[in-house]
């Protein structure tokens, strides 16, 4: 019988609430709120007409195609990994959100292979050094006079390389965009075959990205954060000064004989191979699963 006291009581419910909270704040223009002067290092779409808060990515991404220095973007990333490293992958980016939904979908998960896992987590830091390379090239080559002919050449990936693709900004902001426009008075009546071959290859190939990523998150939970995330992969990077950690009590751990604590972990964190008085894994988002399913209460966070 489910033990429904321990159910609610659980740090799972209390992070369930808080995705779905901010979820809602971060897209309360609907509900009438007013935009907030706010950058934080999530997923959530500057084109998304009802955001509440700022992508501080896609922001950077911004400030260098104009160019300007790109600090407010900056200091949001340094700011909240020093104080919280991940955790706001773990309890409030609305992508996150997205891919734990999928995560319900199916009882049982595919397990990527310890080896295919270690290679596949340099994928998104792969992802974040080409954005930066294309941005910071734009920025460089605006300073040495031949900008416009630069972002010409890259057309719609000039402006923010990432966002141009992302399956976030297709879910958040092309196609409730998409859609608006689709049922707005003068759409309906014109000829829906003739709007449908007008809409450009770039949408289609962005619609199957974000299907790709939505059943990649139902096989594998948060897939998409594990190998894919640029702002994962510098947070990750920025994960190490996080005064945010978690320390494992090796006294009460019963360790071989358990591990359940690295058997729940969505991001595969190896957590008993980890320093037990303190640890901030670049992977770690402080979902703290780990804590939940230690039945000798051996993990705790710790701060600092
Ligand atoms: S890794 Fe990316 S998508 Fe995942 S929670 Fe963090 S910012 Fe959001
Ligand atoms: S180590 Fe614990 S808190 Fe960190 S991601 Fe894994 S389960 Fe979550």
Not at 231 to 241: D, I, S
Not at 247 to 262: A, N, P, Y
């Amino acid at each position: 019988m489910v033990d429904v006291k321990k159910a609610v009581f659980r740090i799972r419910t209390l992070r369930i609430i808080s995705l779905i909270t901010f979820f809602l704040l971060f897209n309360a223009v609907v509900l009438g709120f007013q935009p907030l002067p706010l950058l934080l290092p999530v997923l959530q779409s500057m084109g998304n007409p009802a955001k509440t808060v700022g992508d501080a990515f896609a922001v950077l991404q911004y400030m260098l195609w104009e160019p300007t220095f790109p600090w407010l973007p900056l200091a949001s990333f340094f700011i909240v990994a020093v104080l919280l490293g991940r955790m706001l992958c773990g309890w409030v980016c609305p992508f996150g959100f997205v891919q734990e939904v999928l995560g319900y979908v199916k009882r049982k998960h595919r397990e990527i292979s310890p080896r295919s896992h270690k290679d596949l987590i340099y994928l998104k830091y792969g992802i974040l050094g080409a954005t930066l390379l294309v941005s910071i090239a734009i920025s460089a080559t605006v300073v040495m006079g031949i900008g416009q002919s630069y972002k010409n050449a890259l057309g719609v990936f000039a402006q923010a390389p990432f966002n141009a693709l992302s399956p976030h900004d297709t879910l958040f902001a092309m196609l409730p965009n998409a859609t608006m426009t689709a049922f707005s008075a003068e759409a309906l009546f014109q000829d829906i075959l003739g709007t449908l071959t007008a809409i450009p290859p770039l949408f289609w190939i962005r619609l199957v990205i974000l299907a790709l990523v939505l059943v990649f998150a139902v096989y594998t939970p948060r897939s998409f954060c594990r190998y894919l995330c640029p702002v994962g992969a510098a947070m990750a990077l920025l994960n190490h000064f996080s005064l945010l950690g978690l320390k494992r009590d090796v006294v009460h751990c019963t360790k071989e004989s358990c591990r359940r604590c690295v058997e729940v972990c969505p991001m595969k964190v190896p957590i008993l191979d980890l320093p037990w008085e303190k640890f901030t894994h670049p992977e770690c988002i402080y979902c703290l699963e780990c804590v939940d399913a230690c039945s000798t209460r051996a993990i705790k966070p710790k701060f600092p």
